[in-house]
Structures are given as C-alpha cells and as structure tokens.
C-alpha cells in the first residue's frame, strides 16, 4: 500500500484564524508543523477520517472520494472550505 502526504488548503474562509490559502501538511499521522500554516482543532477533528483515508488507501473513490476533494469545518460562523489533496510520500 502506499503512502501519501495529504495537503489541506483553506480555499475560502471567515476565520480570524485560519487564512485563505494556509496549509495543514500530514505525513502519515503526524502533521508536519515546518510545512503548516494553521491548524484548528474543530476542523482537524471533523476531517480526521478523511485525511486518513487519504493517506492510505489505494484508490479513494472506493471511499466516496476523488484525489482532490473540498470540505466544510462544521463552525457556521468561521465557515472555511478546505481542499484536500495527496501526493506520494518516499
């Protein structure tokens, strides 16, 4: 199975804290603070499964997702749109 480093992207957000266009980088279950811009506990738990699955699984459509897919923090008043995205690690 391969390994992927998953890149979490703000494409649009109302938070004072996380800015459009900040990264979260994870590689394997660790998020890799060098690479990262902002991380929100709220939105980090709410995408935890996917940014998992990402990382490991071989074709993500067999788990209701593409390569590149977008998803909402659940805080109706920050509002951020994350784009998720892998590349290979090693």
């Known amino acids: 199975m391969a ?7 703000a494409k649009d957000s109302q938070c004072s804290h996380v800015k459009k ?17 902002s991380i929100c506990t709220v939105a980090l738990g ?11 699984a071989d074709d ?3 788990y209701g ?3 590149v897919y977008c998803l909402q923090c659940p805080d109706p008043e920050t509002r951020v749109i994350f ?3 892998r590349e290979p690690m090693g």
């Not at 709410?46 to 490991?56: G, P, Q, R, V």
């Open 3 to 9: 390994k992927y480093r998953v890149i979490v992207t």
């Open 21 to 37: 266009g900040d990264r979260m980088v994870i590689e394997g279950t660790m998020v890799d603070l060098a690479k990262t811009d």
């Open 46 to 56: 709410a995408i935890n499964y996917s940014l998992f699955m990402l990382a490991n």
């Open 60 to 62: 993500p459509k067999a």
């Open 65 to 67: 997702r593409d390569e």
């Open 83 to 85: 784009e998720i995205s």
